[in-house]
């Protein structure tokens, strides 16, 4: 069985280290921005990050991809993270942080029709209800203006070993029901048709939906350690230290099980190289990207 060292499960929900391992989250930004670039940079006006983490990439990519004079909200359930992002990245004049569960069905009236743009980057995968999820958008949204969303669509490795343990007698009456662990586009057979029809279906224009196949090259290590410090992961602080630890371990040996499965699949190895180690192989999943504008009437 995989044990890691303990070391390894002291960073989960500690805001500074978070942003420490989010290198494969800012590359991945990074690309969508410059891909959108030519239709970001007049947005002039005011906008939110939805599931904004630590505010790094509020601030230092999507602010700066807009016009001078465009201002931004970071929002994020988690509040230990709204705090730090306020601390360490907000201003009086152009960014500032606060708590939203994007999910509500009671969004505060504050951001109704509020917003000429909205991003959200690698949060919407958490949203068990995504209808709701997109209809708060919409009505966030003013008449016309538009949203740039990367949702991470099927990542079997990771989406299936977190299934697996939500139904595992140990660890169910921490975690609760299983679908809140399993991204809402993991099990479509037409994760992009979907998606699309959803949005439309909503109200909005869709000008791009793309369905794309992406590569996460963390070792597991650094990995588990940067996805157990997302909101999702909050029932291990209810765990009694033992069996928290051995959640981490338990779930560590299936994400790697079936990640070295899908390697020597796509690699066409039946064994691993010698020289490859099972923590530090590159995993592959799929993200869904959508820019949508919402109807003028």
């Known amino acids: 069985m995989l044990v890691l060292p303990e070391r390894y499960y002291k960073i989960m929900v500690n805001p500074e280290q978070y942003v420490s391992l989010d290198n ?6 990074s690309h969508i921005i410059n891909e959108f670039a030519k239709d970001l940079k ?6 939110m990050d939805v599931g904004c983490g630590p505010g790094d990439i509020t601030r230092d990519i999507l602010l700066s991809a807009l016009n001078s004079k465009a201002t931004m909200i970071g929002t994020d359930i988690m509040e230990n993270m709204i705090e730090y992002a306020n601390k360490t990245y907000g201003d009086k004049e152009r960014l500032e942080f606060e708590v939203l569960d994007i999910q509500t069905k009671n969004l505060p009236e504050k951001y109704i029709s509020e917003f000429d743009h909205i991003f959200s980057f690698h949060a919407l995968q958490w949203c068990s209800d995504i209808r709701q999820t997109f209809e708060n958008i919409y009505c966030m949204l003013r008449p016309g203006k538009t949203m740039l969303i ?4 099927q990542y079997a490795a990771f989406f299936e070993s977190l299934e697996s343990m939500a139904q595992d007698i140990r660890y169910a009456s921490y975690m609760g029901d299983k679908k809140k662990y399993v991204g809402p586009f993991h ?12 949005l439309e279906d909503i109200g909005f224009q869709v000008h791009h939906c793309s369905h794309r196949e992406i590569s996460n090259c963390m070792s597991t290590e650094k990995f588990m350690s940067f996805v157990t410090a997302q909101y999702t992961f909050a029932f291990l602080d209810k765990m ?8 981490k371990n338990e779930f560590t040996r299936m994400y790697t099980e079936i990640n070295v499965k899908e390697y020597r699949d796509r690699q066409g190895y039946s064994k ?26």
């Open 24 to 29: 494969m989250s800012k590359r991945n930004v």
């Open 42 to 47: 007049n947005i002039s006006g005011k906008c």
């Open 150 to 153: 990367l949702s991470v669509a």
């Open 187 to 198: 099990y479509s057979a037409r994760p992009r048709e979907d998606l699309k029809e959803l």
């Open 240 to 247: 009694p230290h033992n069996l928290r630890e051995e959640f």
């Open 272 to 297: 691993l190289h010698d020289e490859e180690k099972e923590t530090d192989i590159s995993s592959a999943f799929f993200i869904l990207v959508a820019y949508a504008q919402k109807n003028v009437s």
